[in-house]
């Protein structure tokens, strides 16, 4: 039986282990918001939320153009965080309804106050609210450290130890868990043989996670589990007391499965990121189809989307491989529809989908080819490549779609744009307008810093030059700017060019010829490990990129750091 004072004692302390972040954030904070102030919404953590700065008597979100670990850490230093541990894109932290502050943010990461960075202006801004961001910073008393295939998760706090005591005590618990797997053995009664693992809880903890249904009235809970995963339900369970657990490549799925059953949010997306420190090892990428899958399944949004990135970034790679001719329509879709898709250009991208839907034959519908099709941003098709197209489309079912969308690219690239904006069906903001990021000439040069002799450059430096139009418009053909792509290895190489490397190695790439109005880039640089895959995808921030070295923090981690630097350049109409 719980004593009246035990039941205090516990209820005193979860108190204090929920809400205790809270009250220890808000002594930083004044009780009413200030022109410019920031906040992290939406999750139950309060280092970790989406953005949202005060303006004008609202509070509004951000923009995710151009978002990156600068504007993060600007963002957790203003609310006296040490800095910021990971840059949150596309989570759901539940309904935004108020304006989108700050779009196009270009912050140094020294800045004391988010606004104080460059932006376009307080409101402008493309966006809608499933491009806001979001930040998880780094805390004092959060320590991930990954050694070997372990990941030492830990949320704990001051009360931890007090309530680890608790719970390894069993005194009294007043709730029953019990585990179920079968042995695969049949018994003599030829029902299976089944072993369990009991677990005595206190309903004041379990209270926390509603899925466990330890309400008054209800003194025990059942469920089932595979045998492989019935060492870590104790584990498990002690998380939810204290925090604290460590993750084995073993044991991630089991925990991964049991946080998505009862609703232990931080936890699964916590091993969901384990899970993608796996993602290079399956050259033939069943693995990040099959996660993403399962992603879906268990709600684990932050899984998903490490999912997706991998596949985009690696994308020519998985057309290749053995899950591409098996890939689901809707992860097809997904990838689609991205900026992201590393791919040698727009018209290769349509041959494959098109490649894709012929190879499946009756079993897609008309409708999906068509959904899929119109995913393809015909705008960005060479103007040589859609003469091609007009008298080759494999469709004909689909020619009338074809036709339309070839008429809007050919009107992309023979009209300015201060035409295009005449014509009411033209919306810049349209992902058709945009570009991906392209791979072939003329948009990207490539750098191997595993090379043994230096690109004709100075003091050993890594340079090579390109030169493209100002804009793949086919009117700017003939308009050409040039360009020098850069990687920097050591400080010495920094200073001889004037400039102080914040960390290495660090890329460059500035023009040195051409302009041209109404044309902004949004270059980036595509970072390759060991010429077998893409693990960062960086934005060029004032002509510069840097590199993550640290494999703690990278999502798809380079074991030796050599690296296949590619330069793209990315022109956009503004």
């Known amino acids: 039986m719980l004593t009246r004072r035990n039941v205090c ?64 850490q600007v963002v957790c230093r203003q609310l006296h965080f040490p800095g910021a541990k990971d840059v949150v894109i596309g989570n759901d932290y539940g309904p935004a309804t108020g304006p989108i502050w700050l779009d196009d943010l270009k912050c140094k990461g020294t800045e004391t106050h988010l606004f104080t960075c460059e932006f376009k202006g307080w409101g402008l801004t493309d966006c809608s609210h499933k491009e806001d961001v979001g930040v998880v910073c780094e ?31 069993g005194n009294s618990c007043d709730f029953v868990i019990l585990a179920n797997s079968p042995t695969g053995n049949k018994q003599e009664d030829g029902t299976l043989e089944m072993v369990d693992t009991r677990i005595c809880a206190h309903k004041i903890i379990l209270s926390q996670f509603p899925l466990f249904n330890a309400s008054e009235g209800i003194s025990n809970i059942t469920f089932n589990i595979s045998q492989s995963c019935q060492p870590y339900v104790t584990s498990f369970i002690r998380y939810i007391y204290t925090r604290k657990i460590d993750v ?73 491989s053995p899950a591409w001719s098996q890939l689901p329509v809707e992860l097809l879709s997904a990838l689609l529809a991205r900026s992201d898709l590393v791919v040698p250009d727009e018209y290769s991208l349509l041959q494959l989908v098109e490649s894709w839907i012929t190879g499946k034959g009756d079993s897609i519908s008309s409708e999906t080819q068509a959904d899929l099709l119109s995913l393809i941003r015909f705008p960005m098709i060479s103007a040589e490549k859609l003469y091609e197209l007009e008298s080759n489309s494999p469709f004909s079912a689909h020619r009338n779609m074809y036709l339309e969308n070839m008429l ?3 009107e992309f690239n023979v009209l300015l744009f201060s035409d295009l904006l005449s014509n009411p069906k033209f919306k810049k903001e349209d992902a058709d307008y945009q570009p991906r990021i392209y791979t072939t000439d003329p948009w990207s040069t490539s750098i191997d810093s595993t090379t043994t002799s230096p690109y ?82 960086q934005d060029f921030k004032d002509n510069v990129a840097y590199i993550t070295m640290n494999s703690t923090s990278q999502s798809y981690p380079c074991p030796d750091g050599n690296y296949i630097y590619t330069f793209v350049v990315r022109p956009e109409y503004v």
């Open 408 to 410: 809007k690219a050919f």
């Open 139 to 169: 805390t004092a008393s959060t320590n991930l450290t990954i050694s070997d295939s372990t990941y030492s998760l830990d949320h704990s706090f001051s009360l931890s130890d007090d309530l680890s005591q608790i719970f390894d005590s």
């Open 248 to 320: 084995t490549f073993s044991s991630a799925e089991c925990l991964h499965w049991m946080a998505s059953k009862f609703g232990v949010k931080q936890l699964m997306e916590d091993v969901g990121r384990v899970f993608t420190k796996v993602l290079p090892e399956d050259a033939l990428f069943h693995t990040p189809v099959s996660l993403y899958k399962y992603a879906g399944e268990s709600g684990d949004l932050v899984l998903q989307e490490n999912c997706v990135q991998y596949l985009a970034w690696n994308f020519q790679n998985l057309t290749g």
């Open 456 to 537: 004709y450059g100075y003091n050993n430096q890594i340079v090579k030059s390109l030169t493209t139009p100002v804009h793949n418009s086919l009117i700017f053909k003939s308009n050409k700017i040039g360009w020098e792509a850069i990687v920097f290895k050591d400080q010495y190489q920094c200073s001889n060019r004037g400039m102080r490397c914040e960390s290495l190695p660090m890329a460059r790439l500035i023009t040195y010829s051409g302009t041209q109005n109404n044309v902004i880039f949004r270059n980036r640089l595509v970072v390759m490990c060991q010429g077998k895959y893409i693990c960062q995808v």
């Open 9 to 72: 004692t516990l209820w005193l302390l979860l108190l204090l282990h929920v809400s205790g972040r809270a009250f220890k954030f808000s002594l930083y904070r004044n009780p009413e918001p200030h022109e410019g102030d920031v906040r992290l919404v939406g999750s139950k953590s309060v280092s970790e939320g989406r953005v949202e700065v005060y303006h004008d008597g609202k509070w509004g979100t951000v923009c995710d153009d151009g978002w990156d670990i600068l504007e993060a």
